[in-house]
């Protein structure tokens, strides 16, 4: 189950008022979205994934090219979501993924498997179509 927060920021950041969904791209000073640019919208749990995903690697429940800031006990790190998940189903109160190497910035040692942090929303960017996407 997505929660509330994420349902809004979803239909903020995709809704185009012309009846169709619209592409990430850039919130600009008008969008509603933009109220919501630097205040932390979601708080949950983090965890890590494989090293060979990446050190920049962030998996959210947040549309693909979105700029967030994950804060935790640690630190704090600034990336653009390149991934979906974790799965809300199997584990509802993990909102993101994060590389290892973003894990030890954010929260200290991989050893304790996941962290509480939040996420800001900083912009949403359009990203490039790849020949993997669709």
Not at 26 to 44: F, M, R, S, Y
Not at 83 to 109: E, Q
Not at 119 to 132: G, M, N, Q, R, V
Request: charged share 20%; glycine share 14%.
């Amino acid at each position: 189950m997505i929660g509330p927060i994420v349902v809004l920021l979803i239909s903020l950041l995709t809704s185009s008022g012309g009846g169709g969904p619209a592409q990430p791209g850039p919130v600009e000073p008008g969008d509603p979205a933009a109220a919501h640019i630097g205040t932390v919208l979601i708080g949950g749990r983090a965890s890590w994934v494989r090293p060979s995903l990446g050190d920049r690697y962030l998996a959210m429940r947040l549309p693909k090219g979105t700029v967030v800031r994950i804060c935790g006990g640690r630190g704090c790190v600034v990336r653009i979501v390149n991934d979906y998940g974790p799965s809300s189903k199997i584990r509802p109160r993990r909102i993101a993924d994060l590389s290892r190497a973003d894990f030890v910035t954010v929260c200290g040692d991989p050893i304790l498997g996941t962290c509480k942090v939040s996420a800001e929303l900083l912009e949403s960017i359009e990203l490039p179509a790849t020949d993997t996407d669709g």
